[in-house]
Structures are given as structure tokens and as C-alpha cells.
């Protein structure tokens, strides 16, 4: 199980730093100064590996999520901490990740879009009800169709048409969505809420 650990880990940091499709089983075994019939003997092939690591970063993800979900002191910081917990996640993700995904490893991708179109919608929905009922969020929107738009906004970071990788990275633009949606959703008492956090925020990491 520990040499198996291992090998998820390095492709993790190799796939998540030069993308899936240019990291080989070789690059891998390489990295970790282990030979392919060790490597094979944890894993039949690549699809495998990517497989397992996807379902392993899915349950990671959600389980780290329910957590900010239940921690969190009303509906405004349940968002931002969860786009902390992204960042740390993202914080050296190559955009390439999940093109590679759809394009090569395709029974991998519909797990995590899977994932995206159940637990995720599902976070978002109770998310902008609870905010609703907190007086936090207004109460003239429309829960379903924001959270729709709202799911539909995670993918665009990885869009490197519109966000070329050499002018910007997934963090930066992530935040910049979530922020501007909150603000969007926001009563003046919601505004208040997410400027305080961000100032106790700034605060701290001075």
C-alpha cells in the first residue's frame, strides 16, 4: 500500500505540474527511482493511474468541502473557504489537467463531471438557500438558475483561450469569479460580511 501511495503521489505532482498526456509510466517510474515492473504491478496501465488519482482527489475534495460547509459560521464564509481549500488544491495545477482528461482519459472525466453535477450543484444550491434564509443573500434571486450559472462558472479558469496561461493562473481567476459572484448575491448585510472577512484575511497574512 506505501509503494502504491507513492506512485499516486508522484503522478499527482507530475500530472498536476506538465499536464497528463506528456507525463508517460516511464516519466513516473523514473521520478520515483522505481522500475516499470514495480510500477505495473500496482497499475495495469496509465488509465489506471489517472483513474484511481481522479477518484482519490474526488473524495479528497469532498470531504474537505462538507468540512468548510459545517465549520463555517454562515453562508458567505462557507464560499470563501472554500476557495482557500481550492487554491491550496490548484495552487500549481497546469490548465492542461482536465483537456487531457476529457480528451484522453474520458471514463475518468465523466467521474468528475459526476462529481461536478451532483455534489458540487448541491453544495451550491443549499449554499445560496442557506444565505437566503441568513439574510446574506438576496431574496429576489433565483437559487436554481445561479446555482447552474454558478457550477458552470468552475470550468471556465481552465479556458485557456480566454485565459492564456502566461497572463494569468487558475487561482486568480478563480477568486475573481467566486468574489464577483458573492458580490452579486450579497444584501448590504451580505457585503458587509464579505468585506470584513477579507479585511481579517489581509490582517493575517501580513
Do not use: W
Amino acid at each position: 500500500m506505501e509503494t502504491k501511495e507513492r506512485i499516486i503521489g508522484a503522478a499527482k505532482e507530475l500530472f498536476f505540474r506538465l499536464g497528463i498526456r506528456s507525463v508517460t509510466m516511464d516519466d513516473i517510474a523514473n521520478h520515483l527511482g522505481m522500475s516499470k515492473k514495480t510500477l505495473y504491478q500496482h497499475f495495469s496501465d496509465k488509465d489506471e493511474l489517472v483513474d484511481t488519482l481522479v477518484e482519490r482527489e474526488i473524495g479528497i475534495m469532498q470531504t474537505e468541502i462538507q468540512s468548510c460547509c459545517f465549520d463555517a459560521s454562515n453562508a458567505v464564509e462557507e464560499v470563501l473557504h472554500s476557495m482557500e481549500m481550492s487554491n491550496r488544491h490548484f495552487s500549481n495545477l497546469n490548465p492542461m489537467v482536465l483537456f487531457d482528461l476529457h480528451k484522453f482519459h474520458f471514463e475518468s472525466f465523466k467521474k468528475f463531471t459526476n462529481h461536478k453535477n451532483t455534489f458540487l450543484f448541491e453544495i451550491i444550491r443549499t449554499n445560496i438557500q442557506r444565505g437566503i434564509t441568513e439574510g446574506l443573500y438576496r431574496k429576489d434571486i433565483n437559487a436554481e438558475l445561479l446555482s447552474r450559472f454558478r457550477l458552470n462558472m468552475l470550468l471556465m479558469p481552465f479556458n485557456m483561450e480566454a485565459f492564456p496561461p502566461a497572463q494569468f493562473n487558475l487561482n486568480e481567476i478563480s477568486n475573481a469569479m467566486t468574489e464577483n459572484f458573492l458580490y452579486g448575491l450579497a444584501t448590504e448585510k451580505g457585503f458587509e460580511v464579505i468585506e470584513s472577512y477579507k479585511q481579517r484575511k489581509n490582517q493575517h497574512d501580513q
